[in-house]
């Protein structure tokens, strides 16, 4: 499933293309094994309070978020071989192409919309 990821307060678009890490074997494997993430999109993972960057070989940045998807976490460009943050209340994680952060310019709080 593909969904599309946007800020409120400023209608700036987080991703285009956010794929949704629904099953075990996708979760699990993530973005191993990939070169990149493409500019606009990202993986969302339910029910996910920490993430790794084992095995991968590009920087992230990652934005963890509530049930209501609001930004309860972020991190800029966790590189190769790391954990993330845990973050004990958190729904979602989404792993984002290395700088969106700073270009889209996410802050604590701040509300996300989601459509399919």
Known sequence: ?????????NNAVLAEEAEVADT????????IGR?????????VLPGCRQIH?????????????????????????ISPWRFGPYCPKAAYAIELRSGTISAVGIELGDQLHTCE
Do not use: N, Q, S
């Open 53 to 77: 960057t084992f095995l991968m070989r590009f920087a992230i940045d990652l934005v963890y978020v509530d049930a209501d998807w609001r930004v309860l976490c972020t991190r800029r460009c």
């Open 35 to 43: 070169h990149e993430i493409p500019r606009g999109t990202a993986l």
């Open 1 to 9: 499933m593909l969904m599309r990821i946007t800020v409120k307060r």
């Open 24 to 31: 075990t074997t996708e979760r699990l494997v993530g973005l």
